[in-house]
């Protein structure tokens, strides 16, 4: 948590960018929003991954609450803290308050169940091409 604290605050100091719609403000004027700077998004990602040691709660925690552009952190860092420790490390109570907060929203079980068996077609599909080729030679 300490280094996590300074490092927000080191960061917050010498690290930000002005908003594009108005620079030489900390704010964007009214009825702007602060879009996704990479030059910002980027390292702060990777240095909150380092922090919280590639664990994605922990990163997630601390990319939501970085302030500034919190959403593309906590989905960066997620997706690759994701990818390390697999979908199994997601407590079930946040999985289970995705369909209430968007309630217009894709079922997400089915979408991946989806894109799950398209990739295994297409997974088939160059599986059947290798053999093709192998015969081939």
């Known amino acids: 948590e300490k280094e996590y604290k ?11 960018v002005p908003f594009p719609q108005d620079v030489g403000s900390d704010k964007p004027p009214e009825g702007f929003y602060d879009t996704a ?4 998004a980027i390292p702060a990602t990777f240095a909150l991954l380092y922090l919280a040691k590639g664990k994605w709660q922990k990163s997630v925690e601390y990319c939501a609450n970085f302030g500034r552009d ?22 079930q109570e946040w999985i289970d308050m995705i369909p ?18 398209a990739l295994l077609k297409y997974l088939a599909s160059i599986q059947e091409q290798i053999s093709t080729i192998k015969s081939m030679a």
């Open 100 to 117: 209430e907060a968007n309630p217009k929203a894709p079922n997400q079980h089915e979408l991946a169940s989806q894109l799950g068996t």
């Open 37 to 40: 700077e990479p030059r910002e």
């Open 70 to 91: 919190a959403d593309t952190l906590a989905t960066m860092a997620g997706g690759i803290a994701g990818a390390l420790e697999g979908a199994k490390v997601i407590p």
């Open 6 to 16: 300074s490092f927000r605050k080191a960061f917050h100091e010498t690290m930000l």
